[in-house]
């Protein structure tokens, strides 16, 4: 299991919101921590919100599902929520649930910045 600390490497102001790297593996023992510091996020009501998982090379279930809830908040505020980097591991979770019709998913932060 990966350390359940810095999930979140990077934090860095965009023009209309915050990029976000995360890297390891997020899972049910790492979700809680992301889930935390995305809602501290979430709490200055960015325009938008990229979250760059090129350092991910698994997600599970928890970790989806916590994308899934800041999809949701982001969507009700009318803010934007955009992934990129998926790697080929993660990106097949989100091919497999159908969640690539859901989310707005590019393959690198400067796609991001646009999409």
């Known amino acids: ?10 934090r860095e102001d965009l023009d209309d919101g915050v990029l976000v ?8 023992v790492r979700s809680p921590a992301l889930r935390s510091e995305l809602m501290t996020i979430l709490d200055a009501s960015p ?3 990229v979250v760059d998982l090129s350092g991910v090379p698994l997600m599970d279930s928890s970790g989806v599902a916590t994308l899934i ?3 949701q908040i982001q969507r009700s505020s009318g ?3 955009v ?3 998926l790697q080929e591991k993660v990106q097949s ?5 159908r969640l690539t019709e859901v989310f707005t998913i590019v393959s690198d932060r400067d796609s991001a910045r646009s999409a």
């Open 1 to 10: 299991m990966s350390d359940a600390k810095n999930v979140v490497t990077t």
């Open 69 to 71: 809830e800041v999809l």
């Open 47 to 49: 325009a938008r919100v």
């Open 21 to 28: 790297v995360l890297s390891g593996e997020v899972d049910l």
């Open 83 to 85: 992934l990129c980097g």
């Open 93 to 97: 979770v989100f091919e497999i649930s």
């Open 79 to 81: 803010g934007k929520l």
